[in-house]
C-alpha cells in the first residue's frame, strides 16, 4: 500500500505563489512518475504537470512558465512550486504516484487534495 499526503495549499492573492508538497509513504519496487492535477467546481479533473522517476518534466500550457514540478527521491516527496497565480488556479490539487510493486505490477495512487483560492 501506498498512501500520499498533500499539503501546503492555502488562500493567496492573485500574483501571489504557493508551494504544493506530495509525501509519498508505504513499500514499492520502484516509484515511477508523479503527477499533479486539479478540479476546480463544477469542472473536469486538469492535468497540470509531471516528472519522471528520472526528473524529466512536462507542463499543461496553463501553467508552463509559471509551476515548476520537482522531487526529492530521498525524501519521497514532490513539490509544485506555484508562481504568478491567478483565480483560474482556484482548484482543489491532488497528485498521483505511478508505482511498480515487487510482483512487477503497475499501479497509481492518489492523495486526497489541498485546496488552492486565489483570491484578492
Known amino acids: 500500500q501506498v498512501q500520499l499526503v498533500e499539503s501546503g495549499g492555502g488562500l493567496v492573492q492573485p500574483g501571489g505563489s504557493l508551494r504544493l508538497s506530495c509525501a509519498a509513504s508505504?513499500?514499492?519496487?520502484?516509484?515511477?512518475?508523479l503527477d499533479w492535477y486539479r478540479q476546480a467546481p463544477g469542472k473536469q479533473r486538469e492535468w497540470v504537470a509531471e516528472?519522471?522517476?528520472?526528473?524529466?518534466?512536462d507542463y499543461a500550457d496553463s501553467v508552463k512558465g509559471r509551476f515548476t514540478i520537482s522531487r526529492d527521491n530521498a525524501k519521497n516527496t514532490a513539490y509544485l512550486q506555484m508562481n504568478r497565480l491567478n483565480p483560474e488556479d482556484t482548484a482543489v490539487y491532488l497528485c498521483?504516484?505511478?508505482?511498480?510493486?515487487?510482483?512487477?505490477?503497475?499501479?497509481?495512487?492518489w492523495g486526497q487534495g489541498t485546496q488552492v483560492t486565489v483570491s484578492s
Open positions: 498521483k504516484l505511478r508505482i511498480t510493486t515487487p510482483q512487477g505490477t503497475v499501479r497509481d495512487y
Open positions: 508505504g513499500s514499492w519496487f520502484r516509484i515511477g512518475t
Open positions: 516528472i519522471s522517476g528520472s526528473s524529466s518534466t
